[in-house]
């Protein structure tokens, strides 16, 4: 066994460890909905406990998945813990099929709760903008962030975060939306929720047109009464 592998051997044994017995405010938002009010949601799911890098079982809502890279396992305690070897980066895919209605405009969020290390502050989301696929970009909001010692194992970040993409158009039935994350080395991944949520359309310039005249026309027709009833 080369020095090279055995260092790995170590750090993974070491990682496991600390993803085992590290985390201590497991399965629990500081914040539950950030998005307001949730009877407006279109879609949602949440995942508070983990089956491996690949999961298509949301333990709230459906039509959901993940798929993180190579490098990401599964802890003892049900979270996601990226080894970070030679400071490598993980990059976590996320996927909501939408149930909504075409036509229907809403706002996509993406939140997490970490443990140890933290996400990079952008994340996009893979969106049909008109006719094409474009790579929305999003800044991280942090709601709430600790240090924390862990068990002897060193002390990392406790953090809560979301980023929100806002007046997103459904343009076909079912269709598929796409978020991307990247993990720093050393991350834990304890919760992860996935919302769209119904937001009032913004009318376009030539709707103002229309109204502008529809107003204009409405105010013409009352001063042409009153001037009928004085005359």
Same mark, same amino acid.
């Given at each position: 066994?080369?020095?090279?592998?055995?260092?790995?051997?170590?750090?993974?044994?070491?990682?496991?460890?600390?993803?085992?017995?590290?985390?201590?405010?497991?399965?629990?938002?500081?914040?539950?909905?950030?998005?307001?009010?949730?009877?407006?949601?279109?879609?949602?799911?949440?995942?508070?406990?983990?089956?491996?890098?690949?999961?298509?079982?949301?333990?709230?809502?459906? #039509?959901?998945? %993940?798929?993180?890279?190579?490098?990401? =396992?599964?802890?003892?305690?049900?979270?996601?813990? !990226?080894? @970070? +070897?030679?400071?490598?980066?993980?990059?976590?895919?996320?996927?909501?099929?939408?149930?909504?209605?075409?036509?229907?405009?809403?706002?996509?969020?993406?939140?997490?709760?970490?443990?140890?290390?933290?996400?990079?502050?952008?994340?996009?989301?893979?969106?049909?903008?008109?006719?094409?696929?474009?790579?929305?970009?999003?800044?991280?909001?942090?709601?709430?962030?600790?240090?924390?010692?862990?068990?002897?194992?060193?002390?990392?970040?406790?953090?809560?975060?979301?980023?929100?993409?806002? #007046?997103?158009? %459904?343009?076909?039935?079912?269709?598929? =939306?796409?978020?991307?994350?990247?993990?720093?080395? !050393?991350? @834990? +991944?304890?919760?992860?929720?996935?919302?769209?949520?119904?937001?009032?359309?913004?009318?376009?310039?030539?709707?103002?047109?229309?109204?502008?005249?529809?107003?204009?026309?409405?105010?013409?027709?009352?001063?042409?009464?009153?001037?009928?009833?004085?005359?």
């Amino acid at each position: 066994m080369t020095l090279t592998t055995k260092l790995s051997a170590l750090a993974f044994v070491a990682s496991a460890s600390f993803s085992a017995s590290a985390f201590a405010i497991d399965n629990v938002w500081f914040d539950a909905n950030p998005w307001g009010d949730i009877s407006n949601t279109i879609d949602y799911a949440e995942w508070d406990t983990f089956i491996g890098r690949r999961d298509a079982f949301p333990k709230l809502g459906g #039509n959901a998945s %993940i798929n993180a890279s190579a490098g990401v =396992f599964k802890t003892s305690t049900g979270n996601l813990y !990226h080894i @970070g +070897l030679n400071d490598a980066t993980a990059n976590y895919n996320f996927i909501l099929t939408s149930s909504g209605n075409v036509g229907d405009v809403f706002d996509a969020y993406l939140k997490v709760k970490t443990n140890g290390s933290i996400y990079k502050d952008i994340a996009t989301l893979d969106a049909i903008v008109n006719g094409q696929v474009v790579k929305l970009e999003a800044s991280k909001i942090i709601q709430y962030h600790a240090i924390e010692e862990f068990e002897g194992m060193g002390s990392g970040y406790v953090q809560e975060a979301y980023w929100v993409w806002n #007046n997103i158009a %459904i343009t076909e039935e079912n269709q598929r =939306f796409s978020f991307n994350a990247t993990a720093n080395p !050393h991350v @834990g +991944l304890d919760q992860l929720a996935l919302a769209t949520i119904a937001v009032a359309a913004v009318p376009e310039p030539s709707t103002y047109g229309m109204m502008a005249i529809g107003l204009g026309i409405i105010g013409l027709m009352g001063t042409r009464s009153r001037r009928k009833n004085l005359g």
